[in-house]
């Protein structure tokens, strides 16, 4: 099945510093949503945009839905122990079925 | 708790035998999705029911695989004469569209099948 392009597949960063993540479509889509989603676990949301331009946080979670609509970006502002998670971006349509095309996802792991 | 409720969340069976799994979804939403999710992978769609009519079916289903969501409030995920390859983490998600209703899909923990 089609995956959108997630980048980058992991990260490895310090306890506080900043991260950024992006998902790139070949198609448009009406709605970007980023989840996170922790092992043996489902999905869980974390921030829903619905319009192009559009940016929009959740505490220190930043994301843009692109101009172009079939891109957007996650920022982490800060990053914690409990960010260390895999995080997916998804995009829907706005017709039809509206399933959700996930990406290959970011893991997330934090250096000591 | 009233999130989407998956079970069982583990399930071990043997090549060639049947597996079914239940999603109930958060109460009133009148759309349910099933994903399917390989290690390493993003999940992948494989079929959404609008109130109890299944209404699309992904090419990933086959025709081992039958979803069911009678009365429009559960849903059951059926896998006849399982295979390796459908060892994977199913997770249903289930949503309200209407007309001010943005269809933003809440997932369940999923059930994870082993095929050994």
């Known amino acids: 099945g089609q995956q959108l392009n997630q980048s980058p597949q992991s990260m490895f960063i310090q306890e506080g510093e900043d991260v950024s993540m992006n998902c790139t479509s070949s198609?448009?889509?009406?709605?970007w949503l980023w989840y996170k989603q922790d092992p043996g676990e489902g999905p869980v949301l974390l921030i829903a945009?619905?319009?192009?331009?559009e940016l929009t946080s959740n505490g220190r979670l930043t994301a843009q839905f692109g101009i172009t609509r079939k891109d957007s970006f996650l920022n982490i502002s800060a990053s914690i122990p409990s960010d260390v998670v895999i995080y997916f971006c998804?995009?829907?349509?706005?017709?039809?079925?509206?399933?959700?095309?996930f990406g290959t996802g970011t893991r997330l792991t934090i250096i000591p | 708790d009233t999130g989407v409720s998956q079970n069982p969340r583990h399930k071990i069976t043997k090549r060639g035998q049947n597996v079914t799994f239940r999603c109930d979804p958060i109460?009133?939403?009148?759309?349910l999705y099933w994903y399917r999710q390989t290690l390493g992978q993003g999940p992948e769609f494989l079929t959404y029911?609008?109130?109890?009519?299944?209404?699309?079916k992904s090419r990933l289903l086959s025709d081992r695989f039958s979803a069911e969501r009678p009365k429009g409030s559960f849903s059951t995920l059926e896998i006849q004469r399982t295979e390796q390859g459908d060892s994977a983490m199913y997770l249903c998600?289930?949503?309200?569209?209407?007309?001010?209703?943005?269809?933003?899909?809440?997932f369940g923990a999923g059930t994870r099948l082993s095929v050994l």
């Open positions: 998600a289930s949503s309200l569209r209407g007309f001010e209703a943005k269809n933003i899909q809440y």
């Open positions: 198609s448009i889509f009406n709605t």
């Open positions: 945009l619905y319009k192009a331009g």
């Open positions: 998804a995009g829907q349509a706005l017709f039809g079925n509206e399933k959700l095309t």
């Open positions: 109460s009133e939403h009148n759309r």
């Open positions: 029911f609008q109130n109890e009519a299944q209404l699309e």
